[in-house]
């Protein structure tokens, strides 16, 4: 009964909320087919191709307080860390060694570095590296500040959207923090040509079965390149300890969803996916997901940068995650590739 749904969203790549809700609250009868549909389309535009990024978290301190995060402004409880735009630097040297074409710099919003740090940054691994590509995770920022950093030649921003329902984001944010503010950061990002992309987690606290039907829309609408999800999983330290973790199961639907409705999307089967399943990421990967972002940040600060709980690869060096990788990825008939791994612009394999 729902298949009709999944092979029209496959060809149309389009369904309203309500079609959406209805394949979400139903997932148990149709799910092995959406993952089936949603692994074919992949491969259409990206073959058995599986992309890494290597993640660098340059800094713990961050500005914000959000409810769910394990390094919010609030949290006594963590040592902070940061490194040096040097120690930055020589993390993607490491990476590059180890086949990485794009580093993702990722950190709290941490006042400490300027925009010209983050330029020196930028200018150097590019100057040094120039078939990678460098993509930014730094929060939300003023629109000058993103343009200087794209005009020091950042290519990507990940900005997760968290959630689309403005009322659900208040419940999730403090009041110093806003959607529409959010939502100008995304804008201004596609605006300056970065490949942008948007996502938000799983059950996270007050989201409802219609509030993810609604992120389908959504991101039907905001069209980003890259779309990074995973399931919300309580941190110890933050006021959202005691709520339930989100599903991977969940998580795994919503990417075949995902890939049905933005074909071409970059999407990466999350750490937290890994994390809430041993499995996760390569259960990720068979239900449409193409990237993978190991952490190539220095083994000594990475048990600091715990978003949630039991995070998984902290103590593991970035060439043993990829031997692994590799092998898990291998079992699922895709294979990891060094490009750089740019969005498919209607190139089909
Ligand atoms: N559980 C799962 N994901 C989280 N993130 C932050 N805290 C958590 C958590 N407790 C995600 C947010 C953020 C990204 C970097 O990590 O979506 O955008
Ligand atoms: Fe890090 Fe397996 S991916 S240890």
């Known amino acids: 009964m729902y298949k009709p749904l999944i092979d029209r969203l496959e060809r149309q790549n389009i369904l309203t909320q309500d079609e959406y809700l209805l394949l979400i609250e139903n997932r148990e009868t149709i ?5 089936e549909r949603a692994f074919a389309v992949r491969r259409k535009y990206y073959g058995n191709k599986v992309f890494i ?30 490194l040096t735009p040097d120690e930055i630097i020589d993390c993607a040297k490491q990476g590059y060694s180890l086949g990485f074409r794009t580093f993702v710099l ?7 570095y300027t925009d010209d740090d983050f330029c020196f940054v930028i200018e150097n691994i ?7 590509a460098v993509t930014l995770s730094l929060g939300e920022r003023s629109s000058e500040s993103y343009k200087k950093l794209r005009q020091a030649g950042a290519d ?11 009322d659900h984001y208040k419940k999730l944010h403090p009041p110093a923090m806003s959607y529409e503010n959010r939502l100008r950061c995304l804008e201004d990002l596609k605006r300056l040509g970065y490949q942008t992309g948007a996502g938000f987690m799983v059950g996270s606290p007050y989201q409802t079965n219609a509030d993810l039907a609604g992120e389908l829309v959504f991101l039907k609408k905001l069209n980003p390149q ?20 989100g599903s991977s199961e969940m998580t795994l639907f919503l990417i075949s969803l995902i890939r ?4 071409q999307a970059l999407i990466p ?8 399943d041993p499995l996760g990421r390569e259960k990720g990967i068979l239900a449409g997901a193409n990237v993978l972002m190991p952490n190539l940040s220095p083994v000594k600060t990475r048990k600091k940068y715990m978003l949630y709980d039991n995070k998984i690869c902290t103590g593991d060096e970035a060439a043993a995650c990829i031997e692994c990788l590799a092998r898990r990825i291998k079992k699922t008939g895709c294979e990891i590739v060094t490009d750089r791994g740019d969005y498919q612009n209607g190139i089909q394999c």
């Open 31 to 35: 799910r092995e087919y959406a993952y």
């Open 260 to 263: 049905l409705t933005l074909p």
């Open 53 to 82: 990024r290597g993640l660098i978290e340059f800094s713990n301190y961050c500005r914000n307080n959000c409810y769910y995060c394990g390094i919010r402004a609030g949290n006594n409880n963590l040592e902070r860390f940061r």
């Open 269 to 276: 089967a999350t750490t937290a996916l890994g994390t809430a």
């Open 226 to 245: 890259m779309i990074g999800i995973g399931p919300f999983l309580p941190h110890k330290d933050t006021p959202f300890k005691d709520m339930a973790a």
């Open 106 to 112: 990722q950190g709290g919003e941490d006042a400490h």
């Open 126 to 132: 590019k100057k040094e590296f120039p078939d990678c």
């Open 156 to 166: 990507r921003y990940l900005l997760r959207h968290e959630t689309c329902n403005p």
